[in-house]
T-cell receptor, first 116, second 114 residues
């Protein structure tokens, strides 16, 4: 099993540029989550999808952030325009609902974003 | 805000059992206790979860007190590779279309020493 795949693993960009982070969940999983981790705020949930539909985006910091899931095997998190305070590690996770209950989340390796 | 309280850091000798405590005094009847860990520069990794009975898997054991206000994660024979931040999370396990979110606190930084 390949696990959750994220790309790129590292991204360095300049303020004002558009950044797109990508995630491939574990095959068959029906939930997908985007988290952000910083030293100051720890791990925060940004948004999650169920069957490709966004369920809760209350953690998305502002309109500069957007996330899509066009199909069951792919999701993107886009920041436009990027700012230095967006520098963080962004994690994608997926899970499978079993017997009507949600199961544990499996995290990808993360994308380390640096905005100069 | 996280609904759990954990020590900031702990040390453990290699080969010994690591016992990581967690307080969750406001836990509700339908909330489970989950443990995840995060090894440096990696994504969080699921360890174990339970409701009220003690649980054991290939990674660890989870001991939950009878009043469910606290729990202990036990790594029976800690190795250097178990050095990580360990998160105790209280979470509703839901039926249906909504997902109980994982709310990560600060966790306990466990250092396993030779």
């Amino acid at each position: 099993d390949a696990g959750v795949i994220q790309s790129p693993r590292h991204e360095v960009t300049e303020m004002g540029q558009e950044v797109t982070l990508r995630c491939k969940p574990i095959s068959g999983h029906d939930y997908l989550f985007w988290y952000r981790q910083t030293m100051m705020r720890g791990l925060e949930l940004l948004i999650y999808f169920n069957n490709n539909v966004p369920i809760d985006d209350s953690g998305m910091p502002e309109d500069r952030f957007s996330a899509k899931m066009p199909n069951a095997s792919f999701s993107t998190l886009k920041i436009q325009p990027s700012e230095p305070r967006d520098s963080a590690v962004y994690f994608c996770a997926s899970s499978l609902r079993l017997a009507g209950f949600t199961d544990t989340q499996y995290f990808g390796p993360g994308t380390r974003l640096t905005v100069l | 805000d996280a609904k759990t309280t954990q020590p900031t850091s702990m040390d453990c000798a290699e080969g010994r059992a690591a016992n990581l405590p967690c307080n969750h005094s406001t836990i509700s009847g339908n909330e489970y206790v989950y443990w995840y860990r995060q090894i440096h520069s990696q994504g969080p990794q699921y360890i174990i979860h339970g409701l009220k009975n003690n649980e054991t898997n290939e990674m660890a054991s989870l001991i939950i007190t009878e009043d469910r206000k606290s729990s202990t994660l036990i790594l029976p024979h800690a190795t250097l590779r178990d050095t990580a931040v360990y998160y105790c999370i209280v979470r509703v396990q839901v039926y249906g279309g909504s997902q109980g979110n994982l709310i990560f606190g600060k966790g306990t930084k466990l250092s396993v020493k030779p």
